[in-house]
C-alpha cells in the first residue's frame, strides 16, 4: 500500500492558505445596545451584525431577549443605549417607514383575521403594502402562497385554518411586497417535521434571491445546516457571534479523528506516534485527538506499517450543538437551564436539514 499524502484528506487543507473574504457589507448592525423595562433588563450591551445575502439566527433559551431584540430591529422600540442601524438607517427614525417598508416580518404569534379567508387576509395585506389591487396583486398572492403550500386553503376561513397552515400563511404574507431582509420569529412554530423542514429549504432559497434573513430559535436542530452566522444569546446579551465553523474552531480546537480497526490490539502503537495526543479505544477503532490533521496520514502509514487493518478515517466535526453548548459553559450560564449533554454528537455540520428530509 503506498503511502498516504495529506491531500488524500480534503479535511486536511492548510486553513491559512484560503483566500479570506472582504469586509462583509452588514444589513443590520446593532452596537452594544441597552434597553429596560422597569427593572427588567430585557437587552444588555447586545450587538448583532448580518451580513447581506446570509442567514444569521438568533439562538437562545426562552426569555434571551431574541424577540425583543427583533422588534428594536424594525423600530417598534428604541434602544435606551446604543444604535441599531437597518439598511444604514436609523429604524426609529423619519426613516422608519422606509426600513420597514424593506422587512418581512413573522412573529411568533402572527396576527390573522380569522373571519376572513386566507386570500382576504392576503389581499388585506397587498393593498397595505402597496401593492394594491388587480391582476398584479392577484399575481403576488398566488405565487407567494405557492412557495409556502397554501394555495388549496386559500377559499377558506382562516379561522380553520391549523396552527402549521397559519404559519404558513404568515410566511406568505410576509414575501408579498419582494422585501431585502426577512425577520423570522421561531418561524417553524406548529409545523409537522415534513413541513418544517420545506419551510426551512424555503427560507434558505429566499438567500439566493438576494434577500437577507434573520431568524430567531431556540431549536438547534432547526438551525443546524441552515445558518450562515449565529449569534448566542443569554439574558438579553450576545455571548459570542460568527459562522458556525469559526465558533467550532474557537471553542473546540481539538482536531480529532475516529480510526476503524479490525482488532483493537493493533491500536497500542498509536501510544508511541508522533502527533498523537491522546486516543480513546474501543472495539471498533479508537478517536484520536492529533496536532493537526496533516499528521493523519502519516499515523494510518504507521498503522498498516505494523500490521494494522483500516477500515475508516474519518474527522469528528463539531456539530451546532456542540459549539452551542461549549460557548455556554465558557461564558458561563443561568442555574436554572438545563446542563448541556454530558458527550458532543460530533455528527457532521451543515447535514441535519438533509436528515431530517430523508
Given amino acids: 500500500m503506498p503511502p498516504l499524502q495529506a491531500t488524500a484528506f480534503p479535511w486536511c487543507a492548510d486553513s491559512s492558505k484560503v483566500d479570506q473574504p472582504a469586509p462583509p457589507d452588514f444589513i443590520i448592525n446593532v452596537q452594544n445596545v441597552h434597553r429596560s423595562f422597569g427593572d427588567v433588563h430585557a437587552l444588555n450591551d447586545l450587538t448583532i451584525q448580518v451580513p447581506r445575502g446570509s442567514i444569521s439566527v438568533l439562538l437562545g ?7 425583543t431584540a427583533i422588534r428594536m430591529i424594525t423600530g417598534a422600540l428604541g434602544p435606551d443605549v446604543g444604535t441599531a442601524r437597518v439598511f444604514g438607517l436609523d429604524p426609529t427614525s423619519a ?13 411568533a404569534k402572527p396576527s390573522l383575521y380569522d373571519r376572513l379567508s386566507g386570500w382576504d387576509n392576503l389581499r388585506y395585506s397587498a393593498e397595505l403594502y402597496g401593492i394594491g389591487k388587480g391582476p398584479s396583486a392577484d399575481n403576488a398572492i398566488r405565487d407567494a402562497a405557492g412557495r409556502f403550500a397554501i394555495e388549496h386553503a386559500l377559499d377558506q376561513e382562516v379561522g380553520g385554518y391549523s396552527t402549521g397552515m397559519k404559519t404558513r400563511l404568515a410566511l406568505a404574507r410576509s414575501i408579498l411586497h419582494d422585501p431585502d431582509l426577512l425577520l423570522l420569529d421561531e418561524p417553524t412554530s406548529g409545523l409537522d417535521p415534513e413541513s418544517a423542514v420545506a419551510v426551512l429549504e424555503l427560507i434558505r432559497n429566499m438567500t439566493s434571491e438576494g434577500r437577507t434573513v434573520l ?13 450562515d452566522e449565529v449569534v448566542i444569546m443569554q439574558q438579553g446579551t450576545s455571548l459570542e457571534w460568527g459562522t458556525p465553523d469559526a465558533l467550532g474552531e474557537k471553542y473546540l480546537p481539538e482536531k480529532r479523528v475516529h480510526i476503524g480497526v479490525t482488532l483493537p490490539a493493533q491500536l497500542d502503537l498509536l501510544s508511541s506516534m508522533p502527533g498523537v495526543i491522546d486516543y480513546d479505544a474501543s472495539d471498533g477503532g479508537a478517536v484520536v485527538e492529533v496536532r493537526t490533521f496533516d499528521a493523519v496520514p502519516d499515523i494510518v502509514n504507521r498503522l498498516v506499517a505494523g500490521g494494522a487493518m483500516i477500515t475508516s478515517v474519518s474527522p469528528f466535526i463539531p456539530n451546532l450543538e456542540d459549539i452551542y453548548f461549549a460557548i455556554r459553559r465558557e461564558k458561563g450560564s443561568s442555574s436554572d437551564e438545563l446542563p ?7 455528527r457532521p455540520a451543515r447535514s441535519r436539514v438533509a436528515e431530517m428530509a430523508r
Fill in 215 to 227: 431568524m430567531c430559535t431556540h431549536l438547534l436542530l432547526e438551525a443546524e445546516g441552515l445558518a
Fill in 61 to 67: 433559551p426562552n426569555g434571551a431577549g431574541k424577540t
Fill in 340 to 346: 448541556p449533554p454530558e458527550a458532543p454528537t460530533a
Fill in 95 to 107: 426613516d422608519g417607514e422606509e426600513v420597514r417598508r424593506r422587512c418581512g416580518v413573522v412573529s
